[in-house]
């Protein structure tokens, strides 16, 4: 009896404690839903009730995880698609992103299943950054708090909207790797990076503006600038630890690594036992979720093929093409676990394009990297890891035999590599909280908070004149330029009247 008594005290707390939490991802890449659904299923998990509208649904059913999957239009795919394998130029992808990221987001306003829970209730709303800040509308609409959840590094697309310091002149931007600001040459490289940032941001904002005002038209709603002032919480995929150590506000609580479980699932029983097999050690491909195999040469598979073949670690591929010959000590998935791969104990190298969810894995399990990097911020990734030193590069386009075979045995044998990825895996682990439990402890006391403003910085309710404080400062360069023309006036009229004195009292002199 007296334990029926505690067990439906524990459901009655649950219940009491529970949020209905609503998350909004209408991003055109698969791979920013792993790091999303880390934090949705951690959220279920601990009772909360969690609804996540995306592109791409888990295909598995949780409790208290609902999901719906919003639209992406074939135009948008396939422009997608020529971003991810070159033909459309990163510079041109950056000018079409605003339209782009403002037109996903309006799809899935306008799908049936969106429209029917504008009826429900929502404690928080959670917002994925992909030029879709006029979202935030809805925090009004629901009357609850609303966070941002950005799946890559710090930017201005993070930091304007709750008055982030940006500090340009000692925070590195994500287009350079950590601890490049030691000379003046780069100091101006970043100068001129963090300025496009701030101008490319006020761009996009132009556009989300517009979207914004149509969908919450101003007669019944509050402006687009106050919505954008009372977010309550910033989730960032980035860690100090990276090495890119900046100042933060309360309210922006870094996450990097939420998607890495500290113990790893269940493997297939197939995969399981090919890893385990592996006694000179194990190689994982993989080139990301939106990149395509088939996209590869057939010169290039060749090639690889015959590189791998010649090795003594067992390879494991995520490959969606097929291939004529596959050498024996390869397995080939059209998909993998590949956080739980990389935590096998036979891991010794990833050959991987790089992108930010590899590398917090490959870092967190000190496996080391081979970069193939091939579009978006790849680049950037892998010249940070390669600047760490324990990892190297090559070029997808230019790569020869020679050069894959001799980067992966240099890789695989010399110990400098593998010893400084395990150091890194010790100061990467070494945390008072995991960033899953970090993320689901701000979430919570935002919440019990009613959208904390007491952690809200004051320069968001700002001006640019007022946050700059151009408006004291041209104030005080007024009182000092008055105080001078009076100073001025004083001593002229003073020392006219000295004058005037002592040229009366010269002229009586000579009188007499």
Not at 298 to 323: H, R, T
Request: net charge positive.
């Amino acid at each position: 009896m007296k334990i029926s008594i505690v067990l439906l005290t524990l459901i009655i707390v649950n219940l009491s404690t529970a949020s209905r939490i609503l998350f909004l991802f209408p991003t055109p890449s698969k791979s920013h839903m792993i790091i999303v659904h880390a934090l949705s299923t951690a959220l279920a998990e601990k009772g909360h009730h969690v609804t996540v509208f995306s592109p791409f649904p888990l295909n598995k059913k949780i409790n208290n995880h609902r999901e719906f999957e919003s639209p992406i239009r074939p135009e948008l795919k396939e422009l997608f698609r020529k971003f991810t394998t070159g033909e459309v130029s990163k510079f041109k992808m950056l000018f079409m992103f605003p339209k782009l990221g403002v037109q996903l987001a309006e799809d899935m306003i306008y799908t049936d299943d969106f429209q029917r829970i504008l009826n429900e209730r929502f404690d928080m709303i959670i917002i994925g950054l992909t030029a879709n800040h006029f979202l935030l509308g809805f925090g009004e609409h629901f009357n609850c708090p609303t966070a941002m959840l950005s799946v890559q590094r710090h930017s201005s697309y993070t930091n304007i909207p709750v008055g982030n310091p940006i500090e340009i002149n000692a925070v590195n931007h994500a287009f350079f790797p950590s601890g490049s600001l030691k000379n003046f040459i780069h100091r101006v490289q970043n100068f001129l990076a963090g300025v496009f940032d701030i101008l490319m941001f006020a761009g996009i904002d132009y556009y989300e503006k517009l979207a914004y005002e149509k969908i919450f038209p101003s007669s019944r709603h509050r402006s687009y600038e106050e919505s954008k002032s009372n977010i309550s919480l910033v989730l960032v995929n980035d860690h100090f630890s990276e090495g890119n150590v900046r100042p933060n506000l309360p309210a922006v609580v870094e996450i990097r690594g939420i998607q890495v479980k500290e113990i790893p699932d269940e493997l297939p029983q197939d995969i399981q036992k090919f890893l385990d097999d592996a006694n000179e050690g194990a190689i994982l491909f993989s080139l990301g979720t939106n990149f395509q195999t088939a996209f590869l040469s057939d010169n290039f598979v060749e090639m690889l093929m015959k590189v791998l073949s010649k090795l003594k670690q067992k390879v494991i591929m995520k490959w969606d093409s097929e291939i004529n010959e596959k050498p024996e000590n390869v397995m080939i998935k059209k998909w993998l676990p590949q956080d739980d791969i990389l935590a096998h104990k036979n891991m010794k190298l990833f050959i991987s394009h790089c992108g930010l969810g590899g590398i917090v894995e490959s870092k967190y399990h000190g496996v080391t990297i081979l970069g193939l990097p091939i579009f978006g911020d790849q680049e950037v990734n892998c010249n940070e890891i390669v600047s760490e030193g324990w990892s190297l590069q090559l070029n997808l386009k230019t790569i020869t035999e020679n050069e894959l075979q001799n980067t992966i045995n240099e890789l695989l044998h010399n110990e400098t590599y593998s010893n400084k990825v395990k150091k890194f895996s010790q100061l990467y682990q070494d945390r008072p909280m995991s960033p899953k439990e970090s993320a689901i402890y701000w979430i919570e006391y935002v919440i019990r908070h009613h959208g904390a403003p007491h952690m809200q910085y004051f320069a968001v309710h700002q001006n640019f004149w007022q946050r700059t404080s151009l408006d004291v400062l041209a104030f005080l360069a007024i009182c000092v330029i008055a105080s001078f023309k009076l100073l001025k006036f004083v001593f002229k009229t003073l020392l006219g009247k000295l004058f005037k004195s002592k040229k009366t009292i010269s002229v009586s002199k000579k009188t007499k």
